[in-house]
């Protein structure tokens, strides 16, 4: 299974929006809405931030807010702030009953 | 509060088997649930390992199955991970997880590095 495609960086101004892409394929990200993201601060386990394509845990901002369209995943970060600086992962269930992450993007706030 | 802890050793040899386990707290696996292993080398993104469903049902990645093999101990509330003929590009942080059906990984052990050397 290949990695899903995630671009390698993202940045923006405190305050500012910014949106993190996730593409994989019909037998992934596009087939079900199994879709969930992470954020990951230097040296620590990564933190469930959205699942099921747009659903927020308990405890997590509503300035993170996650959606779909086809192939594609996308996070929306709202209102960023300095300690959104972090690596995000996408990842996905599949049609083998899998799971399959993504590239992983490292967001800098500005 | 659902708590997982990983443990193995820090320095596996090439061509051994690298074994971990995960101790749960906070839950009885043997309640459901699918339990799994993720990897993240030095600098890299994560990897799926694999997952294993309270029953003992286990679902491993592709590129990993011949090598992998994880299984559950409901007595002692924990599940395990063995990884075959290792190579330096095993050399990893391997976390543990809660994992739900749709495939969201909702509790997260605190991670431990397996360095591959001899």
């Known amino acids: 299974q290949s990695a899903l495609t995630q671009p390698a960086s993202v940045s923006g101004s405190p305050g500012q929006s910014i949106t993190i892409s996730c593409t994989g394929t019909?037998?992934?990200?596009?087939?079900?809405?199994?879709v969930s993201w992470y954020q990951q601060h230097p040296g620590k386990a990564p933190k469930l931030m959205i699942y099921?394509?747009?659903n927020r845990p308990s405890g997590v901002s509503n300035r993170f807010s996650g959606s779909k369209s086809g192939n594609t995943a996308s996070l929306t970060i709202s209102g960023l702030q300095a300690e959104d600086e972090a690596d995000y992962y996408c990842s996905s269930y599949t049609s083998s009953s899998t799971l399959v992450f993504g590239t992983g993007t490292k967001v800098t706030v500005l | 509060q659902v708590q997982l802890q990983e443990s193995g050793p820090g320095l596996v040899k090439p061509s051994e088997t690298l074994s971990l386990t995960c101790a749960v707290s906070g839950y009885s696996i043997s309640s459901g649930y699918y339990w799994g292993w993720i990897r993240q080398p030095p600098g890299k993104g994560l990897e799926w390992i694999g997952s294993i469903y309270h029953s003992g049902s286990t679902y491993y990645n592709p590129s990993l199955k011949s090598r992998v093999t994880i299984s559950v101990d409901t007595s002692k509330n924990q599940f395990s991970l063995k990884l075959s003929s290792v190579t330096a590009a095993d050399t990893a942080v391997y976390y543990c997880?809660?994992?739900?059906?749709?495939?969201?990984?909702?509790?997260w052990g605190q991670g431990t590095l397996v360095t591959v050397s001899s």
């Open positions: 997880a809660r994992q739900r059906s749709s495939a969201r990984l909702d509790y």
């Open positions: 019909s037998s992934d990200v596009g087939g079900y809405n199994y």
């Open positions: 099921d394509v747009s």
